[in-house]
């Protein structure tokens, strides 16, 4: 079974709307991390925000913020106020308590003027 | 500055032909990973590294091997490598406390081109 699950291959978002990129995971650990990283086209790997499996509340990073949804094994990414600049490839991964990561496949978000 | 340094940026080499790259850190990190980016399939890891002279293997270790010499230094080896390894390779690390301990900085990367 797959660690990360992203369904979303491409979004497309109006510039100043609101957007959920969706994410599932699967671990039996209780003990885990969550993270969502952007990639521009420049191909660097930026580090958005992270999520405790046993924070209570949702994480959040200015315009990012994490719903996270422990029951329902999900950890979606809400960007607000989309600006031109979002556009990119964003990836969810996953920290086991070993330390091992996992990354999702990707979705990419393209920001409409 | 902060940063995680890869050496070669760009590399392309014949099959069979054993390659390092190379990894270095300036922020005393105690954790070091490497993980390789092929499209439609995200990011795997390859091996991570907990603190000097302690490595595990990641999701995709086959073909690969890796040291930690020393803190800053986690160079990836490639012994005989093939064209399936043709890939993005990202070197990634994290330490600190609190808050800082969970980010996990990377490098540039590395495109690797194997004929």
């Known amino acids: 079974a797959q660690k990360i699950t992203q369904t979303q291959p491409g979004m497309f978002v109006q510039e100043k709307e609101a957007v959920t990129l969706d994410c599932t995971y699967d671990?039996?650990?209780?003990?885990?991390?969550l993270f969502w990283y952007k990639q521009p086209s420049s191909g660097e790997m930026i580090f958005l925000i992270y999520q405790g499996s046993y924070d209570e509340q949702n994480a959040t990073e200015g315009r990012y913020s994490l719903n996270f949804q422990k029951a329902r094994k999900s950890a979606n990414l809400v960007i607000s106020a989309s600006q031109l600049g979002d556009s990119a490839m964003y990836f969810c991964?996953?920290?086991?308590?070993?330390?091992?990561?996992?990354f999702g496949t990707g979705t990419s978000l393209t920001v409409i003027p | 500055e902060a940063q995680v340094t890869q050496n070669p940026r760009y590399l392309i080499t014949v099959t069979g032909k054993k390659l390092t790259v190379t990894c270095s850190q300036n922020?005393?990190?105690?954790?070091m990973s490497w993980y390789r980016q092929d499209p439609g399939l995200g990011l795997r890891q390859i091996y991570y590294s907990m603190n000097v002279e302690v490595t595990d293997k990641g999701d995709v270790p086959e073909g690969y091997k890796v040291s930690r010499k020393e803190k800053r230094n986690f160079p990836l080896i490639l012994e005989s490598p093939s064209p399936n390894q043709t890939s993005l390779y990202f070197c990634?690390?994290?330490?600190?406390?609190?808050?800082?301990?969970?980010?996990?900085?990377f490098g540039p990367g590395t495109r690797l081109t194997v004929l």
């Open positions: 990634a690390s994290k330490g600190g406390s609190g808050r800082a301990y969970n980010e996990q900085f």
């Open positions: 922020m005393n990190h105690e954790y």
């Open positions: 991964a996953m920290r086991e308590a070993q330390n091992q990561f996992y």
């Open positions: 671990t039996s650990d209780q003990s885990y991390g």
